[in-house]
């Protein structure tokens, strides 16, 4: 019945949250949802429904908040002032400036300058 496709589907989730957070492979700017799909041997709108379901969250906020995070943490680091928020952005999996400043934003009502200014 449906709780063995339940399970199923938590099984998936698990393996799709292995590969991204333990992994690090949010890291990766060219991850897709096409791209995961293959790696856990699933359509690309399987994937992308398991990450709906368990994550409450569309594929490219469930990777964003986690590239957000490291971003954060880069920002709040006296050391890395010398780095430019750009370089941040790419270090940390996003493929241009503006959808790293639309990400931060969206998740962090802020803009990663003025956050980096509030933290240090």
Do not use: H
């Not at 099984?11 to 949802?33: A, G, M, N, P, Q």
């Not at 990450?51 to 006296?78: C, E, H």
């Not at 952005?89 to 790293?100: E, I, K, N, R, V």
Request: aromatic letters at 14%.
């Amino acid at each position: 019945g449906d709780t063995f496709k339940a399970n199923d589907d938590a099984v998936l989730f698990k393996k799709i949250f292995k590969l991204i957070i333990d992994e690090k492979l949010y890291i990766e700017s060219d991850l897709s949802l096409s791209k995961l799909g293959k790696l856990i041997g699933k359509s690309t709108q399987k994937t992308s429904s398991i990450i709906n379901q368990y994550a409450k969250r569309n594929f490219n906020d469930f990777i964003n908040f986690y590239r957000i995070q490291d971003a954060k943490k880069l920002l709040s680091d006296i050391e890395n002032n010398k780095f430019t928020i750009s370089s941040i952005a790419f270090d940390t999996g996003f493929s241009s400036l503006s959808s790293f400043n639309s990400a931060f934003k969206k998740f962090e009502n802020t803009t990663p300058s003025s956050y980096r200014k509030k933290q240090l």
